[in-house]
């Protein structure tokens, strides 16, 4: 199971509070970019502006190992998953860096990962205005170029547009409700979720 949402919308926070609140299932916590020295590329890529290619080049190889050394171990033991930003961040953020250097940014962001990744049974989208947004960002004062109000304002749209393709997939959560009702929310649809995935896999394995 994923979070997302643009940046400033509260994901990291929430993520950190779910780890306790769903402590009884023992979850796997993680998040993209990941903390091996791809992800460390990754975050050297944003800071020194490198070329957008290569940035979304380096975002998909560090979702590579991720799945490779979290992922794909942790659901094999059956365990609960929940990454902070995963394939949909790319397919949103990376839509709009590559705009106007490729000509089908989603089509071939789509095609890059075909094959190989694993789809999350669930995706809390946490919305909140841009505006509000940029004030909690500002705050914290990165300057990272994602963060300006025209590219959030986009990424807030292509995420709209990926819930419109697969609603089921989506829990969106207002992101400006009281953090203990948005915890209350995310937290019991991931427990109920995950739940009923153990069930489905046991009635296979009967
Ligand atoms: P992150 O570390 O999640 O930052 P934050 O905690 O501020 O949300 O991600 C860093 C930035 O990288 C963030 O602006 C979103 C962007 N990003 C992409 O553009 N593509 C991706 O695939 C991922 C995972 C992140």
Redesign the pocket.
């Known amino acids: 199971m994923t979070l997302e949402g643009i940046?400033g919308s509260g994901?990291?926070t929430l993520q950190k509070a779910l780890g306790v609140y769903l402590s009884d299932l023992n979850p796997v916590i993680t998040?993209?970019?990941g903390s091996t020295w791809i992800g460390e590329a990754v975050r050297r890529a944003?800071r020194e502006h490198a070329d957008p290619v290569a940035e979304a080049l380096l975002?998909i190889a560090d979702?590579a190992a991720h799945l490779r050394e979290i992922i794909r171990p942790a659901l094999s033991e059956g365990r609960l998953v929940l990454s902070?930003?995963?394939v949909d961040?790319?397919l949103v953020?990376?839509q709009v860096?590559l705009d106007g250097i490729l000509p089908d940014p989603l089509s071939w962001l789509r095609a890059v990962h075909e094959g190989w990744t694993i789809m999350p049974d669930l995706t809390i989208l946490l919305t909140v205005p841009v505006q509000v947004a940029l004030e909690r960002?500002g705050k914290r004062e990165?300057g990272?170029h994602?963060?300006q109000e025209s590219v959030l304002t986009r990424v807030h749209e292509n995420y709209m547009d990926l819930v419109d393709e697969d609603p089921a997939r989506f829990l969106i959560i207002d992101g400006t409700m009281p953090p203990d009702h948005i915890l209350r929310v995310a937290g019991e649809t991931i427990r109920f979720r995950y739940n009923e995935s153990k069930k489905k896999i046991k009635r296979k394995k009967n």
């Open positions: 940046d994901k990291t998040c993209e970019p944003i975002f979702h902070d930003r995963y961040s790319r953020y990376q860096t960002t990165s990272e994602f963060e």
